[in-house]
């Protein structure tokens, strides 16, 4: 059965940090560009940061200087470290795992909370 699992959302007060992790069951995970996106209420869901197998990073550029992903090729598991959080940052963030576009995988999604 192919999945990702995510975990570490949650409440956080503005300016904490957060680790979300995404573990990948039933794939070949060094063969998937790793992302991570978000989608608050009424919004579009968008791209925070992705990482390929070889560890080539891109991200958001709210984001740049605040997160960072990595990826743990054999755990096969991706994380967002989150620093410096903002209120805007509050949304449901989703684990992706992509080869093309009839290849890509979503994770369940798990809420981040930013608010003192």
């Known amino acids: 059965q192919v999945q990702l699992v995510e975990s570490g959302g949650g409440l956080v007060q503005p300016g904490g940090s957060l680790r979300l992790s995404c573990t990948a069951i039933?794939?070949?995970?060094?063969?998937?560009?790793m992302g991570w996106y978000r989608q608050a209420p009424g919004n579009q869901r968008a791209l925070v940061a992705t990482?390929?197998?070889?560890?080539?990073?891109n991200y958001a550029d709210s984001v740049k200087g605040r997160f960072t992903i990595s990826r743990d090729n054999a755990k096969s598991t991706v994380y967002l470290q989150m620093n410096g959080l903002k209120t805007e940052d509050t949304s449901v963030y989703s684990c992706?795992?992509?080869?093309?576009?009839?290849?890509?995988?979503w994770g369940q999604g798990t809420q981040v909370t930013v608010s003192s």
């Open positions: 992706n795992a992509y080869v093309s576009d009839a290849q890509t995988i």
């Open positions: 039933g794939i070949t995970f060094s063969h998937y560009r």
């Open positions: 990482i390929t197998g070889g560890g080539s990073t």
